[in-house]
Nanobody
Framework: QVRLVESGGGLVQAGGSLRLSCTVS????????MGWFRQAPGKEREFVGG????????TYADSVKGRFTISRDNAKNTMFLQMNSLKPEDTAVYYC????????????????RGQGTQVTVSS
């Protein structure tokens, strides 16, 4: 069973930066694509961005494009979300997810999902 563990969340002032990590519990040869999602209070979960594990190709939601960067470290079985120029509206629980074939934006279509880490951006 693949297990995903997010870390790196916290409280930051607007304009600041945070880097989230998502560590996969076992070797990643079963994983084709990974994604980041977030859910703010009272709102639906939304796609933030994704990365294809083998190629490193990335996609982003328009709301974070140019501010957030997704990367991965094969040796550490870890995906990262570097978040810069944070805004109060980025406040949410951030989740990572992994798939062995799916590359889209629907969270429930990913086979494996983490428990989330809280990011709070103060104004």
């Amino acid at each position: 069973q693949v297990r995903l563990v997010e870390s790196g969340g916290g409280l930051v002032q607007a304009g600041g930066s945070l880097r989230l990590s998502c560590t996969v519990s076992r070797r990643t040869f079963d994983i084709y694509h990974m994604g980041w999602f977030r859910q703010a209070p009272g709102k639906e979960r939304e796609f933030v961005g994704g990365i294809t594990w083998s190629s490193g190709s990335t996609t982003y939601a328009d709301s974070v494009k140019g501010r957030f960067t997704i990367s991965r470290d094969n040796a550490k079985n870890t995906m990262f979300l570097q978040m810069n120029s944070l805004k109060p509206e980025d406040t949410a629980v951030y989740y990572c997810a992994a798939s062995n074939y799916y590359t889209g934006t629907y969270y429930t279509s990913y086979a494996w999902r983490g428990q989330g880490t809280q990011v709070t951006v103060s104004s």
